[in-house]
């Protein structure tokens, strides 16, 4: 097994202990997703992929420190999100998710677009906080204690 791949094992079992029936998995357990958070963890042959919602950041298991993975994911568990959804008219083409760090501040998690948008139509953006998911320092723990392995 390989280091993303251990890591999305052991997040997995944390937070099926944590969270219970509100995990859910696909692909053969290689996608999950917490109940209807928003937030999801997918992994494959080369990479770890933590998102909220559309947007999502890739871990490559070779050029990557999945330390920063465990952090970013513990971030998206544990502090408030804002997301910034843009449209031309009714069509959504672009959202992106902002992280709060320890100064308040919001940092970009990702940002997604359509190549295809309306350009001709009234724009209009649409702002959403998201308050955290968790605040148990218990699950903070067994997640941080992964961070040893790498």
């Known amino acids: 097994m390989k280091a993303h791949q251990i890591v999305y094992e052991n997040i997995k079992t944390i937070l099926k202990d944590y969270f219970g029936d509100e995990i ?3 692909e053969a357990g290689e ?4 109940g209807n958070t928003g937030v999801w963890l997918s992994s494959d042959e080369y990479e770890l992929t933590i998102g909220h919602g559309i947007n999502h950041r890739h871990y490559h298991c070779e050029i990557n420190n999945m330390n920063d993975a465990i952090d970013e994911f513990i971030n998206i568990l544990t502090r408030r999100k ?11 083409y672009k959202s992106e998710t902002e992280i709060e760090n320890q100064n308040g501040d919001f940092i970009v998690l990702s940002s997604s677009l359509s190549w295809y948008f309306p350009f001709w139509k009234k724009t209009k953006i649409e702002t959403h906080n998201i308050g955290r998911i968790i605040d148990s320092q218990d699950i903070i723990r067994q997640i941080e204690e992964l961070k040893k392995y790498f």
Do not use: D
């Not at 996608?31 to 917490?34: A, G």
């Open 82 to 92: 804002r997301i910034t959804n843009t449209y031309k008219g009714k069509y959504l």
């Open 31 to 34: 996608h999950m997703t917490i």
């Open 24 to 26: 859910k998995e696909y």
